[in-house]
């Protein structure tokens, strides 16, 4: 197992030797150079600059006791964070990138398939620096996804990434509004009978993210500046439509466009006969 364990680490970047001291910082806890380095099968001197380089990367920690130093390797979970942070990053900076190298700027789309595929695309949005817009259906990404609260909504809300959302309200929509001061979120609340949808949506810096949930587990992250304003344009307009709905507590049910005509005909034919019922007035006048 830990042949494998040292090849994952060695993949994101870390030497031999650091992949299996920083895997006998795990398996020891907190401990002194000494015990690491005889655990990892390395001489002490070399253990000890490995130590300095991993807690340079922030990989590992460490305090003074009694003039000795004590290393603790950091919680794989944090690491996993810190390089998806740090890929993030340079993935935001791509347009950048591309101008100093002349290239002209155009959507990118990336495509994701199966729940594993769906996960990425939540993670992603971890590294939001703007608030994030979201059309959800409560019940299907649950559904598909029975952790997702667990995953993804306490560590958004420990992050402090505000979230404004549009969900149908069912049960599950009324229960996640219900907790929208403890994860740090505002929830409108729209009539599934009226607006039904089942995929959600995410706008958040510069990317919209589109997922489905209903057939298939497929989803998409689209990078454009121009992209994301105009969904966020959209947003905020169906977001006040929603918000002033909301606070009248009913529901407008849309004309179609033969009940339009049909009004507008009836409108004229009454006009009409108003018209044609009014006393003709003169303006003549004998003085």
Excluded at 157 to 168: H, N, S
Aim: hydrophobic share 35%; net charge positive; aromatic share 10%.
């Amino acid at each position: 197992m830990e042949d494998s364990l040292t090849l994952v680490l060695k993949n994101i970047g870390l030497t031999d030797k650091e992949a299996k001291v920083y895997l006998a910082c795990l398996k020891n806890g907190t401990s002194v150079v000494s015990t690491i380095a005889s655990t990892a099968g390395i001489n002490r001197v070399t253990t000890y600059d490995i130590l300095e380089k991993l807690k340079a990367r922030g990989l590992v920690s460490y305090f003074t006791k009694k003039k000795m130093s004590y290393f603790t390797g950091l919680n794989p979970e944090v690491v996993v964070e810190q390089f998806e942070k740090r890929t993030n990053d340079l993935r935001s900076a791509l347009p950048q990138f591309k101008m100093l190298s002349g290239e002209t700027s155009h959507p990118r789309i990336r495509y994701f398939e199966g729940i594993e595929g769906i996960k990425a695309i939540y993670t992603d949005t971890l590294s939001s620096k703007t608030e994030i817009l979201n059309y959800s259906n409560s019940k299907e990404i649950r559904k598909n996804w029975p952790t997702y609260d667990k995953d993804y909504v306490d560590k958004r809300a420990k992050k402090k990434i505000f979230l404004r959302g549009i969900c149908l309200k069912d049960a599950e929509g009324e229960i996640v509004k219900a907790e929208d001061a403890k994860y740090f979120r505002e929830m409108c609340l729209v009539s599934p009978e009226k607006f039904d949808f089942t995929n959600e949506i995410n706008i958040y810096d510069d990317k919209v993210a589109i997922i489905s949930f209903k057939n298939e587990l497929i989803g998409m992250i689209i990078e454009s500046t121009e992209i994301a304003n105009s969904q966020r344009a959209i947003f905020n307009m169906c977001w006040q439509f929603s918000k002033m709905l909301e606070t009248k507590g009913k529901m407008f049910d849309p004309m179609s466009i033969h009940e339009l005509a049909r009004s507008t005909e009836e409108l004229k034919k009454s006009s009409d006969k108003k018209t044609k019922a009014e006393p003709l007035k003169s303006n003549l006048s004998m003085f």
